[in-house]
């Protein structure tokens, strides 16, 4: 019974390249959070998709951040030209129903050189 | 959330005994409520949650109590053990909300 997969693990990106990060549900989970955590703070709300649609995307930055949820495949979280700032490690949650809980993937951890 | 005078960021106990972690939230209107332990190098995990037409809520060596008129949350740990020793979150979120408002970590250090 397979949790969140979250892939890959750790990730490092020079200034200006782009970053995709992935992020496979829990099984008969379709709904999909992305969270930033900074070093020594809590997680910060950024993306919520349903396959297909973004539902809720107050807490992405207005440039370079996206994201998707196919029909078919992961969820993606893609940073374009990234910039030191952009160095954390990014969280996928899933869920049932969106009243339910959130169950976290183990992050992909981020640097910027 | 968390409020200045409630929330340590920092417990030690020593092995066996009980723990109690504090958090205060924020949001009158949140009435969904969840505690996450994350150990280092991994993301956060379900330990318990609570909704707010409860008070109180057990599990398996924790408890979790809600006082909705000071807007207070605090997860006990019965007979701590070194496996505990992690930064433990409170989570808010309101029914219309999708998105969980995270507070500030308390770190949990178990000493044998």
């Known amino acids: 019974n397979a949790g969140v997969m979250q892939n890959p693990r750790h990730l490092v990106r020079r200034r200006g390249q782009e970053a995709r990060l992935r992020c496979s549900p829990m099984?008969?989970?379709?709904?999909v959070y992305w969270y930033r955590q900074l070093p020594e703070e809590g997680l910060k709300f950024m993306v919520y998709l349903q396959k297909e649609n973004i539902i809720d995307e107050s807490g992405m930055p207005k440039e370079r951040f996206s994201a998707e949820f196919p029909k078919e495949g992961p969820s993606i979280l893609r940073i374009q030209q990234v910039v030191r700032g952009d160095s954390a490690a990014y969280f996928c949650a899933s869920s049932g129903p969106p009243a339910d809980t959130q169950y976290f993937g183990p992050g992909t951890r981020l640097t910027v050189l | 959330g968390e409020s200045v005078g409630l929330h340590l960021p920092t417990l030690s106990v020593q092995e066996g005994d009980n723990s109690i972690i504090n958090c205060a939230y924020s949001n009158s209107a949140s009435d969904y409520f969840i505690w996450y332990k994350q150990e280092s190098g991994k993301g956060p995990q379900f330990i318990i949650d609570?909704?707010?037409?409860?008070d109180k809520r057990q599990g398996q060596r924790v408890t979790v109590l809600l006082n909705k008129t000071v807007k207070h949350l605090s997860l006990q740990i019965a007979a701590t053990q070194p496996g505990d020793s992690a930064v433990y979150f409170c989570a808010e979120k309101t029914q219309a909300g999708t998105a969980l408002i995270f507070g500030k970590g308390t770190t949990l250090s178990v000493s044998s």
């Open positions: 609570i909704r707010s037409n409860m």
């Open positions: 099984k008969g989970h379709s709904h």
